[in-house]
C-alpha cells in the first residue's frame, strides 16, 4: 500500500525564519503536488512537480522533487502570518490525478 | 469561470439515512473525482468517474456510490450512514482521465455530520 508521509506534522514558527517540510512517499512517482488548506476551506493548489529535479518557487515558498529518493521538500523563507495553514503534498502514481495525500503538516507562524 | 461548485455545503443526517452530495466541474473538464477528509487527516480517494463511468476506485465499502452525468457533473452516494461517515467531502475535477499535465481543482467540499 501507497504510504505519503509528512513531517513534521505540527509546525510552529517565528515570523522571519526559514523552515522545510519534507515528504516522503512509498512507490515511484514522477508526479508531485502541494496543496495548502485554510481550516473549514478547500484545497488550494500550490505547485505541481512532474520530473525528478524539478524546482517551483512562488513568493515565499519553494518546493523540490527528488524522486529517486522519493522524497519532496516544501521550503518556508522568512515566514510571514499569512502563511499560516496546513500544507498537504499528494503522490499520483496512475497518471489519473488520483491523490494520495499525506497526513498534513499544520503551520502557524507567530508574529 | 466558476470553477468546481459542490452542493450543498453543510449537511446534517442521522445514521442509517442516506445522502446525495452534488458536484459540477471546472469548465471545460471531463473528470471527476471524489474525496473523504476527515478532521485533522488528509483527503483520501474515494473513487473517480469519466465517460460517465466510474474508472478507479479507493478502499470504501460499497455503501458508497456514484453517478456521472453527460454534462460531467457527478453526485456521490452514501447508504446506511455511520457516524465515522462525518467528513468533509471534496470533489475534484481534471481533464481527461489519464493525462500527464492535467491539473485538477478541488470544490470548496461539502460538510457531512452524522448523528
Known amino acids: 500500500e501507497l504510504k505519503v508521509e509528512q513531517n513534521p506534522l505540527f509546525l510552529s514558527m517565528q515570523e522571519g525564519k526559514n523552515y522545510t517540510i519534507y515528504c516522503n512517499y512509498s512507490t515511484t512517482s514522477d508526479r508531485l503536488y502541494w496543496y495548502r488548506q485554510d481550516p473549514g476551506k478547500s484545497l488550494e493548489s500550490l505547485f505541481v512537480?512532474?520530473?525528478?529535479?524539478a524546482v517551483k518557487q512562488e513568493g515565499r515558498l519553494m518546493a523540490s522533487l527528488d524522486t529517486k529518493a522519493r522524497l519532496s521538500t516544501l521550503h518556508i523563507t522568512a515566514a510571514v502570518h499569512d502563511l499560516s495553514a496546513t500544507y498537504f503534498c499528494a503522490v499520483d502514481i496512475i497518471t489519473g490525478n488520483q491523490f494520495y495525500f499525506g497526513t498534513g503538516t499544520s503551520l502557524t507562524v507567530i508574529p | 469561470d466558476a470553477g468546481v461548485t459542490q452542493s450543498p455545503t453543510h449537511l446534517i443526517k442521522t445514521r442509517g439515512q442516506q445522502v446525495t452530495l452534488r458536484c459540477s466541474p471546472k469548465s471545460g473538464h471531463d473528470t471527476v473525482s471524489w474525496y473523504q477528509q476527515a478532521l485533522g487527516q488528509g483527503p483520501q480517494f474515494i473513487f473517480q468517474y469519466y465517460e460517465e463511468e466510474e474508472r478507479q476506485r479507493g478502499n470504501f465499502p460499497d455503501r458508497f456510490s456514484g453517478h456521472q452525468f453527460p454534462n460531467y457533473s457527478s453526485e456521490l452516494n452514501v447508504n446506511a450512514l455511520l457516524l465515522g461517515d462525518s467528513a468533509l467531502y471534496l470533489c475534484?475535477?481534471?481533464?481527461?482521465?489519464?493525462?500527464?499535465?492535467?491539473?485538477?481543482?478541488f470544490g470548496q467540499g461539502t460538510r457531512l455530520t452524522v448523528v
Open positions: 512537480l512532474l520530473s525528478n529535479g
Open positions: 475534484a475535477s481534471s481533464l481527461g482521465q489519464f493525462s500527464m499535465n492535467t491539473e485538477a481543482f
